[in-house]
Structures are given as structure tokens and as C-alpha cells.
Nanobody, 121 residues
């Protein structure tokens, strides 16, 4: 199983980007998927998470600007980022804490490879 993130890039302040992360391989189901970010010299932090039922949570710093969504059939999670600020600059990672491979087999703590988001004029 792999998580493949894409969609990062360079954007001006106030701009938008959409990140995608697709899980591939033999997967029965994934409950929680999320996005984290890590800026230079800082610890990795949770940006947003979403359950398979669509329940979401956000870091206070992005609430109202970022929207997380997912396509369960495609095992893909998205992060729509609007009104971007320079302080949003970081490497963004997708995460799946638990992946159910079969009815009885689980594996834990999958991470995507990271995608760079740079907000600068």
C-alpha cells in the first residue's frame, strides 16, 4: 500500500491550491485520513482530518480557509486551500493512521511522500 500526494507548488498570498492524496494497493477500507504539514525548523502538525463518514476537524490556523474532503471509492483525500498565507508554507503530508487490508488484517501509520507548498510574492 502506498499513499501518493500531489498538487503542491508556488502560489502568491491570497491564492489557492488543491492537494490530492491517493492510496493504492490492496485496500479493504480506510477510516481516517488526514493532512499534516511541517515548516522548516518546526514540528509536524495536524492540518485537517476526515473520517469515512465525512466528519472533519481542522487546526485553528486553517479553519475557514482550508477544506478537506475525500472520495471513499477512490481511497483519495483532498485538501482545498484558499486564502493562502506565507505562514502556510510547508511540506504537506497525507496520513492514514490505520488501513484495513482485509476483513481481519490491519496495518498502521501510512504516510505520503510530502508535497511542497510555498506561499510567496
Amino acid at each position: 500500500v502506498q499513499l501518493q500526494a500531489s498538487g503542491g507548488g508556488l502560489v502568491q498570498p491570497g491564492g489557492s491550491l488543491r492537494l490530492s492524496c491517493a492510496a493504492s494497493g490492496t485496500i479493504f477500507s480506510i477510516d481516517v485520513m488526514g493532512w499534516y504539514r511541517q515548516a522548516p525548523g518546526k514540528q509536524r502538525e495536524l492540518v485537517a482530518g476526515i473520517t469515512s463518514a465525512g466528519d472533519t476537524n481542522y487546526a485553528g490556523s486553517v479553519k475557514g480557509r482550508f477544506t478537506i474532503s475525500r472520495d471513499n471509492a477512490k481511497n483519495t483525500v483532498y485538501l482545498q486551500m484558499n486564502s493562502l498565507k506565507p505562514e502556510d508554507t510547508a511540506v504537506y503530508y497525507c496520513n492514514a493512521p490505520v488501513i484495513r487490508l482485509t476483513v481481519i488484517k490491519y496495518e498502521y501509520d501510512y504516510w505520503g511522500q510530502g508535497t511542497q507548498v510555498t506561499v510567496s510574492s
